[in-house]
């Protein structure tokens, strides 16, 4: 067997940091994510041209400083902190390889130039999806950047410059002279034409349901994809809401019956959504009772849970020093309680293989296993929002439990299912009607 260059082969449990590695401006040299970043001192920033003479109010000595102390501001942010350091790493690694110049350096001709090149980064920045550990790794996928995430890509640099220039790193910001490259407006930016057909929506509940009762390891499996199905198809919530929900926000209420208001018994979660907004969703009793298999399967009692615990998280983790430590689990005792749940990749992960999984069955028709196979994760939260719809649940409310800033978003939900209504009647009206009765005006 050949062994790749980028395996390594010491104890996992004491394997040490991943070396940094030094970027410098020669065509061949590596690439590597911003944790394990090293740059010569004449690419250091340390003397950009770009620097702001005088006090500047950051302890930032050259550009890497500099750079962690603005992505510090989103440590509670972990969506937040992935996406800056995301850009900000690709921007470091082009400006130095590419341009020779440290990012202090760069001027609004460069930030031009950067922008050209995200509509089509160069080979040696592209790859298949790595662990930031490997050598292998790649700043951007094989297939580039979608038009919307290259605006995205400026906006976000437009806003870290515009930052280190507030606190007197940088002595202007160049990304400001630059447009913002051009985008087709959608006429509804929402893909709610994904959201699962009610029969296909109950179908694939029911072949859940059916796996999560095989045994040993592959109903384990099921029983999570499972839980993490139904917190999205049920309940609306977006994959990172999902993956940071906590057990301590899970609260049973009891039936109210105030002023001869019915209110029946149940539960309710408290998540943190975009903007770092809270709100209130309830949980329907079969992904209550989903989550309580689940939590089964990881040893620990639903009713009497600790004071702090992620309401979904794997049940094995890699005996690696960095699953053990993205998780929260001590690396010499490998039995301690972790206290981080799944990652939205690793959910996205678990709920892309339960589909895959059941498009290998026979019980579903060509146009279900089409619309099946495009289904993501965020498909589930439009399934909710459509489905609440058609049931007559109020738009005000979809609205509270969707977490929309604006009732026009979630009025998009009620628009979807009045078009399926009638698209469903015109069939039936056709079966009722020869030719001749058919008009083609009002």
Not at 130 to 146: D, M, Q, V, Y
Not at 366 to 377: N, V
């Amino acid at each position: 067997m050949t062994v790749a260059a980028d395996v390594d082969a010491t104890d996992p449990l004491v394997a040490p940091a991943a070396s940094h590695v030094v970027i410098d401006n020669e065509r061949d040299s590596p690439l590597a994510p911003l944790e394990r970043i090293e740059l010569p001192h004449v690419l250091s920033g340390a003397q950009g041209t770009n620097r702001m003479g005088g006090l500047c109010y950051l302890q930032a000595q050259h550009d890497l400083d500099a750079v962690r102390s603005y992505l510090h501001r989103y440590r509670d942010r972990p969506q937040a902190l992935r996406a800056y350091t995301r850009e900000l790493e690709r921007l470091l690694l082009w400006a130095v390889t590419e341009r020779g110049k440290p990012l202090s350096s760069l001027d609004v001709d460069d930030c031009e130039a950067y922008k050209a090149f995200l509509a089509a980064p160069a080979g040696r920045f592209t790859g298949v999806r790595r662990a930031r550990n490997s050598s292998r790794w790649r700043p951007f996928a094989p297939e580039g950047l979608s038009a919307d995430s290259q605006r995205h890509a400026v906006r976000a640099l437009q806003a870290a410059f515009g930052w280190l220039v507030k606190v007197r790193y940088l002595a202007g910001n160049p990304w400001v002279a630059v447009t913002l490259p051009a985008t087709v407006e959608r006429e509804h930016a929402m893909q709610i034409e994904r959201a699962l057909p009610l029969r296909l929506w109950r179908k694939v509940r029911a072949l859940l349901d059916a796996r999560a009762r095989l045994p040993a390891v592959a109903g384990v499996r099921w029983r999570a994809a499972r839980a993490a199905i139904l917190l999205m198809g049920d309940s609306g919530l977006r994959i990172t809401e999902a993956a940071l929900a906590r057990r301590e926000r899970l609260r049973w209420y009891g039936a109210d019956d105030v002023a001869g208001d019915d209110v029946p018994a149940g539960w309710e979660l408290q998540v943190l959504g975009k903007g770092r907004k809270q709100r209130t969703v309830p949980l329907s009793r079969a992904c209550v009772s989903a989550l309580r298999e689940h939590w089964t399967d990881l040893g620990m009692d639903f009713n009497a849970p600790p004071a702090s615990a992620p309401l979904m998280r794997p049940v094995w983790i890699p005996p690696t020093t960095a699953a053990r430590r993205r998780h929260g689990t001590s690396v010499t005792d490998p039995e301690a309680n972790h206290v981080h749940g799944y990652s939205g990749n690793g959910l996205r992960a678990l709920t892309g293989w339960a589909i895959a999984q059941l498009l290998e069955t026979e019980s579903f028709s060509e146009d279900e296993r089409r619309q099946l196979a495009g289904t993501t994760p965020h498909a589930f939260r439009h399934t909710f929002g459509t489905q609440a719809s058609a049931a007559g649940v109020p738009l005000e409310v979809a609205q509270k439990v969707l977490g929309h800033a604006s009732l026009q978003t979630t009025t998009l939900y009620a628009q979807a299912e009045k078009k399926r209504v009638r698209r469903e009647l015109a069939g039936y009206f056709d079966q009722l009607h020869t030719p001749d009765d058919l008009g083609n005006g009002p």
